[in-house]
């Protein structure tokens, strides 16, 4: 915000408004995207690691997501996948002290509206063994589901099955690196500001990445940014239309 700011010459607080409608027009980047195919998912919370802190302040004895932003993640497997990152609300839960705290509500009533506003029903889908998706079937979200057992040490499992060779989430789960670095050195984010960090985040993701054949005629990820004027050419056109004033910016960030 204060580089923003010494850039273009104006007030902190003017580069913050700038910075929200940035987020906004990237967001708009969103609607309409449906992913297909194989479809991974991942769910995550950002904060410090339980197992860091002393034993006698740690708010569950092996860890857990208590005090955490808890965000889920959906990501398109091939060459030119989408991503989709979504926060998730809070809700009370008891520790091992009595103590009442907030978590992530990783329930069924929260990730399924997500899975199915994103997902096409007759995807793929490859998550962990999370007790959450093993109706994603039933509920008719999901063509097939294959999950893997991290607890048993397993990260990648070979199904038979013709048009899976390979069933993992470890391209979703390496969302959460790039993300918590962006978490960490943006000072962590405040509840109201975690959706357009995610969004800002997709928008990299979607639409800043290159692809380039190797040696043997495949097509691999080459690298992290895209020709700048390209993408910028993408978010200008995410702009047309975007009218937001301070009022209406406050009340979609959820600040009184």
Not at 30 to 50: H, W
Not at 62 to 83: A, S, T
Not at 95 to 114: D, Q, Y
Not at 126 to 146: I, N, Q, S, W
């Amino acid at each position: 915000m204060m580089e923003l700011a010494d850039e273009i010459g104006v007030m902190p607080c003017t580069a913050l408004s700038v910075m929200d409608r940035i987020g906004l027009a990237m967001a708009r980047r969103k609607e309409g995207i449906i992913l297909k195919g194989v479809v991974e998912m991942d769910e995550a919370g950002l904060g410090g690691k339980e197992m860091k802190k002393p034993e006698e302040n740690r708010l569950f004895p092996g860890g857990g997501f208590g005090g955490k932003q808890g965000v889920f993640c959906m990501v398109e497997r091939g060459d030119h996948g989408r991503v989709v990152t979504s926060a998730v609300p809070d809700m009370p839960v008891q520790n091992t002290k009595g103590e009442w705290i907030t978590a992530p509500n990783f329930s069924r009533e929260v990730i399924f509206p997500i899975i199915r506003k994103y997902v096409d029903p007759s995807s793929i889908v490859c998550t962990d063994e999370g007790a959450v998706y093993r109706a994603l079937v039933r509920k008719k979200l999901a063509r097939l589901h294959f999950s893997v057992n991290h607890n048993d040490g397993e990260y990648v499992n070979y199904p038979d099955h013709p048009k899976l060779k390979k069933a993992y989430s470890n391209t979703a789960e390496s969302r959460w690196s790039a993300l918590k670095r962006l978490y960490r050195n943006n000072n962590q984010w405040g509840k109201d500001k975690v959706q357009m960090h995610l969004d800002i985040s997709d928008f990299r993701w979607n639409e800043t990445r290159v692809y380039i054949k190797n040696r043997k005629g495949e097509v691999v990820f080459a690298r992290r940014r895209a020709p700048t004027m390209e993408a910028f050419e993408v978010f200008i056109s995410c702009c047309f239309g975007i009218e937001v004033s301070r009022k209406d910016l406050k009340s979609m960030r959820g600040v009184k």
